[in-house]
């Protein structure tokens, strides 16, 4: 299912000329702020080369930039652009506009209901195994 979802997606981003990998790491700036490509790949779980790639592609369309590490000045930082701000809450609203109209016409009240209450567990999963992965 969750693969299904995640090609499903890719499509709804092709439409707007990003990737699933390249919006997560918008996604991920946004939230944790500039990272080093190492320090993405191994967040995002992908090889430092393919991040590398993503990262190029991403520093092409004028998302993100390349700053010097303040801390070392041997390392690049990936640092968003202003832009980058736009082209996240576009994908953002595209993915939930997506998402609404699939389950809307999908399904009746009684079952959304039911997907809200799967939701919420679902997240009690993902925070409680984030929480316990930052632990160790």
Do not use: C
Request: glycine share 4%; hydrophobic share 40%.
């Amino acid at each position: 299912m969750v693969s299904r979802l995640r090609r499903r997606l890719k499509e709804v981003y092709d439409n707007q000329g990003l990737t699933p990998s390249q919006v997560s790491v918008i996604s991920r700036l946004s939230h944790d702020g500039p990272a080093s490509t190492s320090d993405l790949a191994a967040a995002e779980g992908v090889r430092r080369q393919s991040m590398a790639s993503t990262v190029a592609a991403l520093e092409e369309q004028g998302v993100i930039h390349r700053q010097a590490d303040p801390q070392d000045a041997r390392r690049q930082l990936i640092v968003l652009s202003p832009s980058a701000v736009e082209v996240l809450e576009g994908s953002r609203q595209l993915r939930d506009r997506w998402l609404a109209d699939v389950l809307q016409q999908t399904y009746g009240s009684d079952e959304l209901e039911v997907i809200d209450r799967a939701l919420v567990l679902l997240e009690r999963i993902f925070t409680t195994h984030t929480k316990s992965e930052k632990a160790h």
